[in-house]
């Protein structure tokens, strides 16, 4: 057959495509559980670590049950949604609805008789979406630790607000100023004075992603107030 | 290999597709192909690696594919029939590490874009795989990308060590503490790093003495 002929070169192209995807779609399904596996698990390390407790990816199934005590799923006046399992909100499609639709997923810790509060973050990065956790001691003020993770940021750069370096920046600072006002932590450019309890220095050459973990910070937290007024 | 053909696996002909992509015919500094990536990834000397290993794997298997479907695929298509192998390539590695091997498959999520569109990659399928056997054009593979990755680790030694002060993520010039007193190394007598070197143009900076370097010293690449 000839190889410059329009019939060959569409018989060519479908059977091209139809193999690739195939193959692909195959793959992916059969790699799916295992997959979903990891990121549960991954997601059971990232909210331990911020309340210290820092273990292997294998070993965070277990270790979650003994530490998480509640896992509550808010609305936005604060009330407890019982019908909705927290551990399945994903905020990704949460952050796209209004807030009053929303729910929230708090989980609260307890960790040598203390009781901590891990509040999960979802926000936009320069390149891709970003997210962590932050974790409030029990006057649900002071930062006990803060966990972050993006899914395209530049390496070196951006890609730095997943390092220990960056995240415990965020210890001991506090969310409310004297005045019981709620300030949140900024990533503050050029660095933070010392003694600033609500600013965290920011990533050179990364102040968009930066900024963006700023907004996160500020924009989530704020939706627990009501629920942080109550109890 | 061609029947009737009777050269060796190494012969002079095909040690030259692994060696003259190291200096002679480079693809980043002669050809100037992939400064993309190099601009982007070079911040850390381990980056860099994985970015190597991965262009690598997609540009020898992806050379071998074409190379072997080279006398089916249609002309006027062959470019597209190219980015789908890659492309067939890169997710096929991206999902298999999610399941298997997590840790990687996160630090190589970065890059998955940047190897689809890397130029080295379309411009061997098109240049080399097309019209040479799959035993040349794996050849030709490991050769451009050792010539890619040599050019992405030096690049990267020197934005990460002048950059960040660290080498594989280790602070290979001390500590740099708060203040002089609590840092210890070359930190401790004042030094400081440079901003500059972690921003893309001293990437392009690099590359250019690079470049200065290599023409100085390789007399094949003077120009008249």
Same mark, same amino acid.
């Given at each position: 057959?000839?190889?410059?002929?329009?019939?060959?070169?569409?018989?060519?192209?479908?059977?091209?495509v139809?193999?690739v995807?195939?193959?692909?779609?195959?793959?992916?399904?059969?790699?799916?559980?295992?997959?979903?596996?990891?990121?549960?698990?991954?997601? %059971?390390?990232?909210i331990?670590?911020?309340i210290?407790?820092?273990?292997?990816?294998?070993?965070?199934?277990?270790?979650? %049950?003994?530490?998480?005590?509640?896992?509550?799923?808010?609305?936005?006046?604060?009330?407890?949604?019982e019908?909705?399992?927290?551990?399945?909100?994903?905020?990704?499609?949460?952050?796209?609805?209004?807030?009053?639709?929303?729910?929230?997923?708090l989980?609260?810790?307890?960790?040598?008789?203390?009781?901590f509060? !891990?509040?999960?973050?979802?926000?936009?990065?320069?390149?891709?979406?970003?997210?962590?956790?932050?974790?409030?001691?029990?006057?649900?003020?002071?930062?006990?630790g803060? *966990?972050?993770?993006?899914?395209?940021?530049?390496?070196?750069?951006?890609?730095?607000?997943?390092?220990?370096w960056?995240?415990?920046?965020?210890?001991?600072?506090?969310?409310?100023?004297?005045?019981?006002?709620?300030?949140?932590?900024?990533?503050?450019?050029?660095?933070?004075?010392?003694?600033?309890?609500?600013?965290?220095?920011?990533?050179?050459?990364?102040?968009?992603? *930066?900024?963006? &973990?700023?907004?996160?910070?500020?924009?989530r937290?704020?939706?627990?107030?009501?629920?942080?007024?109550?109890? | 290999? $061609?029947?009737?053909?009777?050269? #060796?696996?190494?012969?002079?002909?095909?040690?030259?597709?692994?060696?003259?992509?190291?200096?002679?015919?480079?693809?980043?500094?002669v050809? !100037?192909?992939?400064?993309?990536?190099?601009?982007? @990834?070079?911040?850390?000397?381990?980056?860099?690696?994985v970015?190597?290993?991965?262009?690598?794997?997609?540009?020898?298997?992806?050379?071998?594919?074409?190379?072997?479907?080279?006398?089916?695929?249609?002309?006027?298509?062959?470019?597209?029939?190219?980015?789908i192998?890659?492309?067939?390539?890169?997710?096929?590695?991206?999902? &298999?590490?999610?399941?298997?091997?997590?840790d990687?498959?996160?630090?190589?999520?970065?890059?998955? #874009?940047?190897?689809?569109?890397?130029?080295?990659?379309?411009?061997?399928?098109?240049a080399?795989?097309?019209?040479?056997?799959?035993?040349?054009?794996?050849?030709?593979?490991? =050769?451009?990308?050792?010539?890619?990755?040599?050019?992405?680790?030096?690049?990267?030694?020197?934005?990460?060590?002048?950059? *960040?002060?660290?080498?594989? =993520?280790?602070? !290979?010039?001390?500590?740099?503490?708060? *203040?002089?007193?609590?840092?210890?190394?070359?930190y401790?007598?004042?030094?400081?790093?440079?901003?500059?070197?972690?921003?893309?143009? $001293?990437?392009? @900076?690099? !590359?250019?003495?690079?470049?200065?370097?290599?023409?100085?010293?390789?007399?094949?690449?003077?120009?008249?």
């Amino acid at each position: 057959m000839d190889r410059n002929s329009n019939l060959y070169t569409f018989i060519f192209a479908v059977i091209l495509v139809v193999g690739v995807a195939a193959a692909l779609a195959f793959t992916a399904t059969t790699l799916k559980p295992l997959q979903a596996e990891n990121v549960r698990k991954e997601k %059971m390390q990232n909210i331990l670590s911020t309340i210290g407790v820092n273990v292997s990816r294998d070993e965070a199934g277990v270790q979650f %049950m003994d530490f998480v005590k509640e896992e509550l799923a808010l609305n936005a006046d604060g009330s407890v949604n019982e019908d909705v399992d927290a551990f399945k909100i994903e905020l990704m499609k949460e952050t796209k609805m209004p807030k009053e639709e929303q729910a929230f997923p708090l989980y609260i810790a307890e960790k040598d008789g203390k009781k901590f509060y !891990v509040i999960p973050l979802f926000g936009a990065g320069l390149w891709k979406e970003i997210w962590g956790y932050i974790a409030l001691d029990d006057d649900k003020n002071t930062i006990v630790g803060a *966990s972050f993770d993006h899914a395209g940021e530049t390496a070196g750069l951006g890609a730095e607000i997943n390092q220990s370096w960056y995240e415990d920046q965020y210890i001991g600072k506090t969310i409310f100023d004297e005045n019981n006002n709620f300030v949140s932590v900024k990533a503050v450019k050029g660095g933070a004075k010392s003694g600033d309890m609500h600013g965290v220095d920011a990533i050179s050459g990364g102040t968009i992603t *930066s900024d963006g &973990v700023t907004d996160m910070v500020t924009e989530r937290l704020e939706n627990y107030l009501p629920y942080f007024k109550n109890n | 290999m $061609m029947a009737g053909n009777k050269e #060796g696996l190494f012969s002079q002909k095909n040690r030259r597709l692994l060696i003259d992509p190291l200096d002679d015919d480079n693809p980043v500094t002669v050809q !100037v192909l992939g400064i993309c990536s190099a601009l982007a @990834i070079t911040v850390q000397l381990k980056a860099a690696f994985v970015m190597s290993l991965a262009v690598m794997f997609v540009l020898v298997f992806g050379n071998l594919i074409i190379s072997l479907m080279r006398n089916l695929i249609p002309n006027r298509i062959r470019i597209i029939v190219q980015l789908i192998v890659v492309a067939f390539l890169v997710i096929l590695v991206d999902q &298999v590490l999610k399941a298997y091997s997590y840790d990687i498959s996160k630090q190589l999520s970065v890059f998955v #874009g940047l190897i689809i569109t890397n130029c080295i990659i379309m411009g061997r399928f098109e240049a080399f795989a097309l019209g040479n056997g799959p035993w040349r054009a794996i050849l030709d593979g490991v =050769g451009n990308t050792v010539g890619y990755a040599i050019i992405l680790i030096v690049v990267s030694f020197f934005r990460e060590l002048l950059g *960040s002060g660290k080498l594989m =993520g280790y602070e !290979v010039l001390g500590h740099k503490g708060k *203040s002089i007193a609590e840092s210890t190394g070359l930190y401790h007598y004042g030094y400081e790093n440079n901003g500059f070197m972690m921003l893309a143009p $001293m990437a392009l @900076i690099t !590359v250019g003495i690079y470049i200065w370097f290599q023409r100085s010293k390789n007399r094949k690449l003077i120009e008249d």
